[in-house]
T-cell receptor
Framework: AQSVTQLGSHVSVSEGALVLLRCNYS??????LFWYVQYPNQGLQLLLK??????LVKGINGFEAEFKKSETSFHLTKPSAHMSDAAEYFC???????????FGTGTRLLVSP | DTAVSQTPKYLVTQMGNDKSIKCEQN?????MYWYKQDSKKFLKIMFS???????INETVPNRFSPKSPDKAHLNLHINSLELGDSAVYFC???????????FGPGTRLTVL
């Protein structure tokens, strides 16, 4: 069965520091991979997605993620954190034709001044 | 204009009651979904409809009944509400050949 693991339920960084949120998936076939962000009391917003094109995917708000098949990973990064990046981040996987997103447990990003 | 909207935003009710949550999307998508987010923020799919037909039903109690009157709407009716139904329910939509799902703002259901 497909699954997604996000390491670290909380990640704390200082403003201006590198953001790294980890996501690993288990799958026997190449998946589609997504990162969503959820701000407090709001719905989920798509940050970026990987759909078997370029392995380095750029998203909104300066975020990017790299698909590494050998490591079954899709980690999310941002070179310099901003206070407004504080939110819950979800990695998700889907497979063509299944139309079902399987989410990781989420990582809360805390940004301190 | 809001792409995926849900009503109500908050719903507080007593155990045993029946309630409905409505979802509408104006993106022209042909597929809609309901997700449940529990108190630990874990998101799990409940249902998916494609062109008004049920295509995913993820071991949800039959007290939950989705209804899709047309491609733009997917409502969720819940009978005999239980304490464990308290959660945030998200509606989403996508075009079946793109896989990107767009989420509504959520409905926070509290069962007392």
């Amino acid at each position: 069965a497909q699954s997604v693991t996000q390491l670290g339920s909380h990640v704390s960084v200082s403003e201006g520091a590198l953001v790294l949120l980890r996501c690993n998936y288990s799958s026997s076939v190449p998946p589609y991979l997504f990162w969503y962000v959820q701000y407090p009391n709001q719905g989920l917003q798509l940050l970026l997605k990987y759909t078997s094109a370029a392995t380095l995917v750029k998203g909104i708000n300066g975020f990017e993620a790299e698909f590494k098949k050998s490591e079954t990973s899709f980690h999310l990064t941002k070179p310099s954190a901003h206070m407004s990046d504080a939110a819950e981040y979800f990695c998700a996987v889907s497979f063509t034709g299944f139309q079902k997103l399987v989410f990781g447990t989420g990582t809360r990003l805390l940004v301190s001044p | 204009d809001t792409a995926v909207s849900q009503t109500p935003k908050y719903l507080v009710t007593q155990m045993g009651n029946d309630k409905s949550i409505k979802c509408e999307q104006n993106l022209g998508h042909d597929t809609m979904y309901w997700y449940k987010q529990d108190s630990k923020k874990f998101l799990k799919i409940m249902f998916s409809y494609n062109n008004k037909e049920l295509i995913i039903n993820e071991t949800v109690p039959n007290r939950f009944s989705p209804k899709s009157p047309d491609k733009a709407h997917l409502n969720l009716h819940i009978n005999s509400l239980e304490l464990g139904d308290s959660a945030v329910y998200f509606c989403a939509s996508s075009q079946s050949d793109t896989d990107t799902q767009y989420f509504g703002p959520g409905t926070r259901l509290t069962v007392l």
